[in-house]
């Protein structure tokens, strides 16, 4: 079978390209960061179902996320942003963020340390209006693989550690992973980890195992506002486009998606976000390209060098014997 001219890039169905024959539809995931409440039900069920080494009490003191990345014993992240919204800003309205806390007015930058409160019991805003709002809210997101249609740390990996399913997914084989760390370095998103005791990379597999028996994975099953949503990926993409048409709708304008488009720098992510600011507030690439995307044209060049040398060298041999 010829490979896809699009295989390094483009639009691409990747199990068919990968040699499966009669796949099933891609599955994905769709995460609408605008309900998730932050309680870190996902990362918990993914740590129980896959077996994964608890991370200990990391206490960072950067906020209540003391997760902090994903890494090899995390393979769901909840992250929580922090942001003050000071007047005259356009806060959005409260009853589609994800859990603000009313404090009244923002301080001023240089006032030190405040007590911002402890969140009450309605939704910021609703009693001033959206316009008069001046609270501080969180942004949170679970951030988790996104399971690229070009995955770089497929083509990189020397041992086929890593290999592409029938459902679009792509999943580590620890048993042969050499801890070469290649698909670490490849990888856009910086997602892939290893591990401090045995050196191999690890990340989430979108619970393979329970996709072939027609489960629901173990961090959609426990999302208890279905922030979390799991299924074939052309349907999440078409709820997701309706969710941000309502969302913008009721006045949120920064509403938008991330990783959804198939002809984004990755061929669009089997795992996309519904987010309420700019990728880089949730430590997102704004642009992600698959990172063997010029491979290509790179070992051209280097083989015509490698020619052009050798020639010379010869003419330099043939020049000084005569």
């Not at 483009?10 to 995460?31: I, K, S, V």
């Not at 009313?102 to 959206?130: E, I």
Request: proline share 9%.
């Amino acid at each position: 079978m010829l490979p896809d001219p699009n295989s390094l890039y483009g639009p691409l169905d990747p199990a068919p390209d990968a040699g499966y024959e009669n796949a099933p539809p891609r599955m994905g995931f769709f995460t609408d960061t605008s309900v998730c409440i932050g309680c870190k039900a996902c990362e918990v069920a993914c740590k129980e179902w896959n077996g994964v080494p608890e991370s200990g009490l990391d206490l960072l003191g950067m906020s209540y996320d003391n997760t902090g990345a994903l890494t090899a014993n995390s393979w769901r992240h909840v992250a929580f942003i922090e942001q003050p919204r000071p007047a005259g800003h356009g806060a959005a309205p409260a009853d589609v963020l994800g859990a603000p806390v009313d404090v009244g007015p923002v301080r001023p930058v240089d006032a030190g340390p405040q007590f911002l409160g402890m969140p009450g019991a309605q939704p910021p805003g609703r009693g001033t209006g959206v316009e008069e709002r001046t609270d501080f809210r969180w942004l949170m997101m679970s951030d988790v693989c996104k399971h690229c249609t070009h995955a770089a740390c497929l083509d990189v990996c020397p041992t086929g550690s890593l290999f592409r399913t029938e459902f679009g997914t792509v999943v580590v084989q620890e048993d042969i992973c050499n801890g070469c760390g290649y698909c670490i370095s490849a990888c856009p998103y910086g997602v892939i980890d290893q591990r401090k005791d045995d050196g191999r990379a690890w990340k989430c597999t979108l619970c393979y195992d329970r996709l072939g028996a027609g489960m629901t994975p173990a961090c959609a099953q426990a999302c208890p506002t279905e922030s979390i949503q799991y299924g074939p990926l052309g349907e999440l993409r078409e709820r997701a486009a309706a969710r941000v048409a309502t969302l913008h709708d009721r006045g949120v304008p920064e509403a938008r998606l991330y990783g959804h488009d198939p002809n984004d720098g990755v061929g669009g992510d089997g795992a996309f976000f519904l987010l309420l600011d700019e990728p880089e507030v949730y430590g997102l690439p704004p642009d992600p390209v698959v990172t063997t995307r010029d491979l290509p044209k790179m070992w051209k060049r280097a083989g015509l060098a490698a020619l052009a040398m050798a020639a010379a060298t010869v003419a330099a041999f043939v020049g000084g014997s005569s």
